[in-house]
């Protein structure tokens, strides 16, 4: 099974295209609502996911969403927004859920019962295109990941008038979580070279546009919301398929407990992991990921992760962990997350990593 992916340039033309109407469920935000679906007057049931509250999706907020929909009838899932719309949409297509923990937990079978349309209105998480939902478990204080064929979107649909009210905050958090997607997912040992095209498909695009705003201001962007939206999704074709793994693995309990958006939390660890490696195995796919960087930012291979980091430094911030209020004593607590909970993750290491390596990333982050 895959998804199909369409684009289209405009929100109506998918709309008519795809003939919205009284049986399809969609789920999105108001904002986006008013400025583009709204307009065009579609008679399909809307939801918008801030009525069960704000912030990355819970067990919780996805349980009051299972339960509100019951009342309607309807065939296919429509969901229009971030991330966030995209990994809760990608649960209610499933059959006889009353709580989710049970199914991330594995103690009740993924069973579809809808259609699922996925329409990303950023430009980072590929979600469109993977069987992936992430969800923070609220008693468990972590987010936990679903894989499974069963919330595989049916349709992705590429529209980049959506991203045109992106503020460029949200554009470069959502950008650089595409481009560690693509960067983990080329140095993954399930990579192939099938994977490797949308990779590096993906750096190049990402990576020449971020130099383009550097050298010209934010508005640059606005000419590149189509190839950035397209790498984002070709990065989520290479990590559906290769997967991504420790700088994900790290990022995931400093997001959960302290609410940082998913693409910056993944930028801090970013870097550190490529260069444990870098030293641990600088003859293997590292060294095909920085001739890339290299050929792209024009400097010495042994000099492209610096670049990297120095170009990324100019387009979002890294503050030390300490200042998201994060405390020293949690450097150990989150290790043990990391190790306990993401092993899913950790076995798509370039090199395996200690809990001595994890350890020092997130003290020298500290
Ligand atoms: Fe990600």
Redesign the pocket.
Known sequence: MQTLINEYALFKDFAYSYKLGPKDLILTNQSLYEAFISPVDIPSIVIFREQFGRGEPNDEMINAIILHIEQYDFERVVAIGGGSIVDIAKLLVLEGVNDIVNIFEQKQACNKNKELIVVPTTC??GSEVTNISIVEIKSKQTKLGLANDAILPDDAILIPELLRGLPFKYFMTSAI?AL??ATEALVSPKATPYTDLFSRSAIQSIVTIFQGIVSHGEDYRMDYLAEMLRASNQAGIAFGNAG?GAV?ALSYPLGAAYHVP??EA?FQFFISVLNLYQKYSPEGKIKDLCLLLASILDVKPSEAVESLDALLKQLITKPRLHEYGMKEEEIDIFVDRVITQQQRLLKNNYTALTRTDMESIYRNLY
């Open positions: 980072g998480t979580d560690i997607h991504v994900h998913h693409g993944n």
